[in-house]
């Protein structure tokens, strides 16, 4: 085409444009830009993830801000931490996450944020992130917990006493539930573990009331095709549970890592909140080589939202993988 006609053909277009310029050098350069509001909403707390036949869903409670004082480790390592955090003050930025399984015969919550009880103006989404994702807390007929700590629990029961999952059974490790709701060892307890202890006692209240409190002792099945493994340490009765399907995996962590850019490098550092910090480096160092081995999906509680990854050795420590986000429904 000539470029006569290409002019011509286009010359309302460049009248268009002419116009805007114009316009724009009257009301100034950046007027287009001004004039389009902010969004501040952001998409749904959820992130859904297809391992074999279970749909996983990601459920985030929120955010949180790890302390670098609750780290412990060989006086080098921390001050190379301490160090770092210096130069990078997001560091130890972390999430709070729980997790349902969708089995397709149960709707299973493993752990459950910290609802009101651990304190953050950023916590306690949990239950609000379980509706976006299309279920109700009444649907969920067993919540798995990892270990008894509030921050993993605490969205079990509101401020007020009340069940949030009114039909779910909750199972916790005999040797967990024995420690935190044993008003003698809470009495000898220092004054710092004294509100674990608290409201442990008071979110399992109302569940043991109603006769859904169960613990398990050893590796009895407790959900089909659920592996039960004991993660000592960081506290008594810590356990992750190993969910498989059509020779897929994932592995629910629970505490093994707080801060994932700390101790994925540096398995040893452990945390003020570890009971045998001795026993939670010892758990810590079995597990991961063994994770990085596998091809297992790891679901992490403290792992940046929505927590979901695998593990690979780098260096004398560990890497994460994240999963990758997509809107679409697909294995990953
Ligand atoms: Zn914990």
Redesign the pocket.
């Known amino acids: 085409m000539p470029l006569a006609n290409l002019l011509k053909g286009n010359s309302k277009l460049f009248a268009a444009a002419l116009l805007v310029a114009l316009a724009g050098s009257v009301a100034g350069p950046n007027a287009a830009l001004a004039a389009a509001p902010q969004h501040h909403d952001q998409v749904p707390g959820f992130f859904r993830l297809q391992v074999g036949d279970l749909e996983v869903t990601a459920l985030s409670d929120g955010v949180t801000v790890f302390d670098p004082h609750w780290l412990t480790g060989k006086k080098a390592t921390m001050d190379g931490v301490e160090k770092a955090f210096h130069e990078d003050p997001h560091l130890l930025d972390g999430a709070e996450n729980g997790f349902l399984v969708n089995t397709g015969r149960q709707l299973i919550l493993v752990d459950a944020g910290a609802g009101a009880w651990w304190g953050g103006p950023g916590l306690g989404r949990l239950a609000g992130s379980l509706r976006s994702a299309g279920y109700t807390p009444e649907e969920v007929d067993l919540v798995l917990v990892t270990?008894l700590?509030s921050?993993?629990i605490g969205g079990l029961t509101t401020q007020d006493g009340q069940r949030v999952f009114p039909n779910a059974d909750i199972y916790v490790a005999k040797a967990e539930s024995d420690f935190w709701l044993s008003p003698e060892i809470a009495a000898k307890a220092p004054k710092d573990a004294k509100p674990f202890f608290q409201s442990a006692q008071a979110i399992a209240a109302p569940y043991i009331k109603a006769g859904k409190w169960r613990t398990f002792s050893g590796s009895e099945p407790v959900v089909d095709g659920v592996e039960l493994v004991p993660l000592p340490g960081?506290?008594p009765g810590?356990t992750g549970y190993g969910f498989s399907s059509k020779g897929q995996k994932i592995f629910f962590w629970?505490?093994i890592i707080?801060a994932q850019r700390v101790q994925l490098q540096h398995p040893e550092v452990t945390v003020v909140?570890d009971i045998d910090p001795t026993a939670a480096a010892a758990t810590r160092n079995q597990l991961l080589p063994k994770l990085a081995r596998e091809d297992v999906v790891i679901a992490g509680p403290h792992m940046s939202f929505p927590g979901l990854g695998r593990l690979r050795k780098e260096g004398r420590g560990y890497s994460w993988a994240p999963v990758t986000f997509t809107d679409q429904w697909i294995e990953q």
């Open positions: 270990h700590h921050d993993h960081h506290t810590h629970g505490d707080h909140f």
